[in-house]
């Protein structure tokens, strides 16, 4: 699963990083916190157009859905797509042919469950470089409006060895793309099972993570700060060793 991410980047970093450009008008802001449960709207480079930067709402609404109510309904179940599944399932299979993005972040967040209750962990490069995360998006037209809404969803795929140590109730983690396979991920020229095979577990040695302060699980709190990601010291005999 991946559903919080910290998306502290700014306009530069991205466009330096991924050679893009924001368009004239944008509203992403950076911040260390961003919930999908939230519906926030993130920058993301997307196949068809890679030179500008787009942004889309998480929680993707598959093209073929016929009433604002359906949406609003599907969009909280779509927050992350199965790799194993997204050549075939309804909501994905149309998007996976054919609208695939890179969602770039700082890092994200899980929760390692416990005898004594779930704990936080940040995990991010390290290298301290931006995360790629492969993701598919969708136009939707929105019935009542006749708007189009742009949206996303970002795909998990099996754990690595640190990763399912820490989400250790599924044990899945977001499928990271390397630099070398991020372009091949929006390249429709690209077939589909070689696409596929990009979303592998990431190597052990290419994340690092540390817990992190209850905190980031106060909703009420304004979590765009670093406190959310310092590292935080627990009881040693709750975690396994890294």
């Given at each position: 699963m991946c559903f919080s991410v910290n998306v502290n980047?700014?306009?530069?970093?991205?466009?330096?990083?991924?050679?893009?450009?924001?368009?004239?008008?944008?509203?992403?802001?950076?911040?260390?916190?961003?919930?999908?449960?939230g519906l926030p709207v993130l920058p993301a480079i997307c196949s068809g157009n890679t030179g500008i930067v787009r942004f889309l709402t998480w929680g993707l609404i598959p093209p073929w859905v016929k009433t604002d109510a359906d949406a609003d309904e599907i969009r909280l179940k779509t927050f992350n797509a199965r790799s194993e599944s997204i050549a075939s399932k309804p909501s994905f299979s149309s998007s996976f042919r054919?609208?695939?993005?890179?969602?770039?972040?700082?890092g994200f967040y899980e929760w390692q469950h416990t005898m004594k209750g779930k704990i936080p962990w940040y995990i991010y490069s390290a290298d301290n470089e931006i995360i790629s995360l492969a993701g598919l998006f969708s136009e939707w037209?929105?019935?009542?409006?006749?708007?189009?809404?742009?949206?996303?969803?970002?795909?998990?795929?099996?754990?690595?060895?640190?990763?399912?140590?820490?989400?250790?109730?599924?044990?899945?983690?977001?499928?990271?793309?390397?630099?070398?396979?991020?372009?091949?991920?929006?390249?429709?020229?690209?077939?589909?099972?070689?696409?596929?095979?990009?979303?592998?577990?990431?190597?052990?040695?290419?994340?690092?993570?540390?817990?992190?302060?209850?905190?980031?699980?106060?909703?009420?709190?304004?979590?765009?700060?670093?406190?959310?990601?310092?590292?935080?010291?627990?009881?040693?005999d709750i975690l396994f060793p890294l």
């Open positions: 980047l700014v306009k530069e970093e991205i466009e330096d990083r991924y050679g893009v450009s924001f368009p004239g008008k944008y509203r992403y802001e950076p911040s260390y916190y961003y919930h999908a449960y054919s609208k695939r993005c890179i969602i770039p972040v700082r037209v929105q019935i009542s409006t006749g708007e189009i809404v742009d949206t996303f969803s970002i795909i998990t795929t099996d754990a690595n060895k640190m990763m399912a140590e820490i989400h250790n109730s599924k044990k899945r983690m977001p499928a990271v793309l390397s630099k070398e396979d991020e372009m091949k991920w929006i390249d429709l020229s690209v077939s589909s099972s070689e696409a596929l095979n990009l979303l592998k577990p990431s190597p052990d040695d290419l994340l690092k993570a540390h817990t992190i302060s209850p905190f980031v699980n106060d909703r009420n709190a304004d979590r765009n700060t670093p406190e959310v990601i310092k590292p935080y010291n627990y009881q040693q």
